[in-house]
């Protein structure tokens, strides 16, 4: 069972993340709060009723490879076609090829749900998204008339075809092979861990492919970006040919078993036909166009799951009836929720996923506005937040997300570790989430190195001024006042850290690399209080005049419970970034031998 | 591929865990230095080249049932024989039973390697362990007589039949019912997550089984304990009648999937022959007896898979060629290790899997001190130490084994993810040490409750002094120092938060248990970081001599990477206790409904 929590993406939407911005952004003027109402009250109907029904019974049967083809689990087509008929799979594009033209921000909630209810699932979506960018920003008219308005109504899919057994976060050492011939390439080569790299959902697949041309230059500048799609056409025109792509294996994957993902070797009968995207060796630039929006929705994949185990641990506590409460030991056995330490393990939770989740739709909220703000200044500001945020939303929202449907299942107690339960689905399914579209360490160098060492710092401090700004308006109530307190000090502890790491980038750049990861879990405890803050200040106004409401007394009271157990992470991971980055750098990889 | 850390388990043991005190002991004058020396490195051989092996096939494999009866995993069999044949099972029971006679602190060490090798298999002693020790403390001589032998030698298993669907946690919910007929008595009910509660390993297996008698007081003082063999003597004394137990299903479990947990029916055919275990209504009490050794054995499991997980991302990291170095970015490909966020990921999890080890090894010499020393005053010392460690062994060791294997996993990027790799099945099957033998809730519980509000804190009291006094015996290098001092500080914390907790029960009994959890992991923090300066220190002295050697060396390396990265969680810990218990219990349950 799952229900999303529409309330609270509403409210975070229009309170926190500014959805009245966006609907005055050109091209979307017909965004309001109304319409995004009934868009996520449609989608939490759909995700109930025809996607979360299917999540734990794909998670057993899996999808599966036999004589060459995938077949995925019982009822992945049946939900597939209704997915798109609903007119899902185009949210955020443009309405010329067939899309809603929606803004990021109402997408970042569709988006949630999809993940929530059936992660697996959402998966093919998901990649699909990144494709239809990547054609939609770099192919040619022709290209992206043959190829795009399929992919953005969802009758095709497209996949991503990165990773090679040698080349994994290291894409400068992918070797597949791209000869020209004629107006096309001939593609050869193998690539592994391709997400729907092969399915039965759709008639055709449009694989985008990085390959290397005989004559490219070494690393990441010698990569082009190929078009291959699964089958080419006729003379008659219809896409019938198998091109040269060939299924070898689906991998046998800890979670997420409803998503099949492919072995795809290219070329093992001449040549797979690929059309070459753009120019060549430009490749990982036009990847790059795409990162930030699949690297934003796999942050709140990480942050949907840790929702839907949420929900799970909560019914569970709630029913479960163990032990007397501690204050009233001759009484009658209690739910477990009545327990203070499960509370506890509920309130850790909840504390998380609401900022993180605001926090996800204010940076979709600032993608809007960095590609279509008509003040320069906006946008500038805009998507320098966004670059500091992207590793953020992906790197911390799947670091608790782990966490979280950790805690989850434990609520379960022995139970969490029987697979009929589901808990330990969603435990097994959101390991993921930190690796894939750049591990946690790729998204700590990413905003250690590209968006501090860099820049000397220009953007993060864009940011922190912003941050601070917004502080200003909030509510003068003394709790909120306290927690604006607390997060004053936080920047001026981020600015200081912010302070050592350019030192030490300037002595020796493996410093810097060495505390990425706290520093890029300090600006997440920090931005979270912020959000949590934000969302408790918005509360504070709205009891003055509907004082019973659950909802605003929540929001105050799991703020007030973030400031207690996580703010004080700030000066661990302060204390982590100022000692210990000489002591990582001065270890020899031989001390880590083993006996 | 598994090497036992034999270097370190004899290090431990002899230079922290102080196994020339637990030789002096009487009973244990044959225990020596060049004793444990052979014992470790024959027991790191059985399970580098017997348990080893067949771990990841076991996983693949896992235990089935079919017609009632359960089949382990191919070579599951022969393993448990040449592991009785060796006389591993007998290890610390008395000789006059077939045993060793050694001490825990040796027995402990051997857990460890057997557990990393193959927890699924390792399990199965394991709880054969915990019966001896119940039926060795409170059974008749007749009954010892007749099973003891047969357990101790390995001839026979033994297993905890404790859950039921009611009562996981709260065994006072216990409904197996058990009616006095003659001799003995009938016993019906049902008992679920029996480990190892069925199997092929040996020809009869003896349930211990936890049930009530028609007039016996409810809650948890109506228990009584039985033995109920699963095959009964036929009059020519060959055990070979069948029981009224059966053998219902097996679970489906997230891992250990070679070691069969078992849903067992008792009396489904009129009442299986139970033969009662010392007095009725004292069951519980009899449990407890064990409890402390199955708790540190589940602590010592916990870092066991953790270090198991270690060594193969350690070696991983070695081996695998992604990237350049951030330093010498024209240069060649090198192995990830050379990374520093991934030699980050290393040291973190080597600087808590050390003191973990040397922490569970004192914990075991203590035992051996309160149950053997002839000094009343230090028999008593030992025992409270026990009391206050044995819920952070088992807690602290098992929580931070979940994160440990989950970074040896992050290790391994997108392979981790794949089964095949075998850093799945690590992730998989840690997940149930923070929950069976005691939820980590449960051990926040005894510490704060029983080891804590109970005596007012004078067991804490106790332990902290003894250690406050150890600290002044360590090197007055100036490294070493510093990490006293911070030692020191923490122990200030410590009390201060011992202080604020007794005031808060003296309010209301559900805050202490609302804050218990930071309270067991605070404690975890300190007495870790007390280890890792001992070793530290020790290494400090042993240097001197002989100034080349790497593993002191890296006890001075790890030392002060866990004083920079874990030790700081002390605040962190201290501030939750300080300021959230009165959020939490302020929540209602209500709260947490999900929309």
Redesign the interface.
């Known amino acids: 069972m799952y ?1 999303a ?3 609270d993406l509403l409210f975070a939407a229009t309170e926190l993340a500014d959805l009245q911005g966006v609907a005055a952004l050109p091209g979307h003027e017909e965004v309001s709060e109304e319409l995004l109402q009934v868009i996520l009250d449609e989608a939490g109907k759909f995700a109930s009723e025809v996607l979360a029904p299917i999540n734990h019974s794909g998670d057993i049967q899996g999808a599966r490879f036999s004589d060459g083809k995938v077949i995925t689990p019982d009822g992945w087509k049946e939900a597939y076609h209704q997915f798109i008929e609903g007119g899902w799979n185009g949210l955020p594009f443009d309405i010329d090829r067939g899309g809603q033209g929606l803004p990021w921000l109402v997408s970042a909630a569709v988006q949630e749900i999809w993940c929530a209810a059936n992660m697996a699932f959402g998966l093919c979506p998901l990649l699909n998204q990144g494709a239809i960018e990547a054609v939609g920003s770099h192919a040619s008219e022709e290209q992206k008339a043959t190829y795009l308005n399929k992919m953005v109504s969802g009758k095709w899919t497209g996949t991503m075809n990165l ?1 090679e057994p ?5 894409l ?2 992918v070797k597949t092979k791209a000869v020209k011939k004629g107006e096309s390439y001939l593609i050869s080569g193998q690539k592994i ?1 391709i997400s729907y790299g092969d399915h039965d959902l759709t008639e055709n697949i449009v694989h985008l492919v990085l390959a290397r041309t005989p004559d490219a230059p070494e690393g990441v500048k010698g990569i082009s970006l190929f078009i291959v799609p699964k089958f080419l056409q006729d003379e008659n025109g219809n896409w019938v040919v198998r091109n040269d792509v060939e299924t070898l294996s689906i ?5 997420i078993h409803g998503s099949p993902t492919a072995v795809l070797g290219y070329g093992n009968n001449g040549g797979a036909v690929g059309y070459l995207v753009g120019e060549e060796n430009r490749g990982l630039m036009y990847m790059f166009t795409m990162m930030n929006a699949a690297r934003h929705t796999t942050g709140v994949q990480g942050n949907a799951v840790a929702e839907r185990a949420y ?1 799970q641990a ?2 569970f ?2 029913d479960r ?4 409460a ?2 009233n030991l001759m009484g009658d ?1 209690v ?1 477990i ?11 850790v939770q ?1 504390c998380r996923i609401e900022p993180l989740r605001s926090l996800a739709l204010f940076t979709a909220s600032a993608m809007d506005k960095a590609a279509r703000h008509l003040d320069e200044q906006e946008k500038k500001r805009a998507q320098a937040f966004v670059e500091i945020m992207i590793p953020i939303v992906k790197g911390y929202s799947t670091e608790l997300g ?1 966490e979280n449907v ?1 805690l989850a ?2 609520i379960h ?8 339960t589901g808990a ?1 689905q969603y ?2 399914d959101q ?2 989430t ?3 579209e750049g ?3 790729i998204q ?2 990413d905003i250690v190195g590209r968006k501090l060492v860099r820049d000397g710092g220009v953007m993060a401090a864009m940011t922190i001024d912003m941050i601070a700004e917004d502080l200003s308006s909030f509510s003068k109530d003394d709790r909120i006042e306290k927690m604006v307190t607390s997060l004053r000090v936080a920047i001026v502890e981020l600015q200081s850290s912010i302070a050592h790491i350019l030192k030490l980038a300037a002595e ?4 810097p ?2 505390v ?2 706290p520093y890029l879990k300090l600006w997440g405890v920090f931005v979270c209080g912020w959000q949590s803050a934000k969302a408790a200040s918005v509360a504070v106004g709205k009891l003055v005049d509907d004082s019973d409401d ?1 909802f605003y ?2 929001k105050i ?1 799991t703020a ?2 973030y400031f ?2 996580e703010m ?2 700030v ?2 991971y302060v ?2 970034i100022h ?3 000489e ?5 020899d ?7």
Chains 1, 2 share one sequence.
């Open positions: 229900i929590p529409t309330r990773t040698q080349a994994g976060s290291d400068g050492a861990f991998e046998h994957k800890m979670g929900q909560a019914r506590a709630a009836v163990q032990g007397k501690i204050e056995r739910a929720i009545e327990h203070p330490d499960v509370k506890r393990l509920l309130l909840k782990l950790s299942l434990q107690g022995g139970m969490g570790f029987i697979e009929e330990a435990y097994r390991r993921i930190p690796i894939y591990t946690t360490g700590a160098m020796n750049p493996q410093l690399a060495a990425g990861e659950i007394q929540n009271d007030r419970f207690s157990t004080p992470k000066n661990y204390s982590m000692t210990s980055g002591l990582i750098v001065g270890m990889s031989a001390q880590f031998a083993v006996n």
